[in-house]
């Protein structure tokens, strides 16, 4: 079976935190020298650079979203690159043009208690949790697509989403008068 990877680019800034945040077979992201690799199980089916690209950019696009969500700042990454892995450990690269540039600083800090370090069992992290309702919910999954554009219009399509996907104005006023009802 082909193990593939996807080379993510952007900024150190927001590629470094993908690591702890992403930590599940379904989504994970590796460092390597440097590199931030996308590693998914829906990569194991496919059986070419291009299908892996394809489905990469849809995760990505999600991703982004989640990530626009989870830290107000977030720029965004894209794919740069696909690479497969053999079984005797070769990797063959298959390259696509793009890219962006900015920069920005970060402030972190470490929880410490009278014995030392705290340290926490990581939980499956707030991206992690909206990819994998992404995956299984068109609602979500396009609000995220509309939520990394950060634009008035695209704001304006996630709160269409969420109505409707709520039942809209009319099925939410119902339930707001039945509520007053029973006081």
Partial sequence: MPNWLVRLKGEKFDLEDFPSLLRSPEYTVIEENGSYYLKSSDFDSLSSADEVRERAIAIIDMLNGAMKLHIHNFRGVFEDGVTLIKEDGSRHHYAYLGGTIAARAKVSATVTTSNGTQQIAP?????????????????????LHF???NTWGSLYKVYEIIKDDVGGKKKQSRRMVGRLRRG
């Avoid at 707030?126 to 609602?139: H, P, Q, R, T």
């Fill in 123 to 143: 939980q499956p992290s707030n991206v992690e949790s909206w990819l994998s309702l992404a995956k299984g919910d068109k609602a979500v999954a396009d609000s």
């Fill in 147 to 149: 939520f990394r554009e």
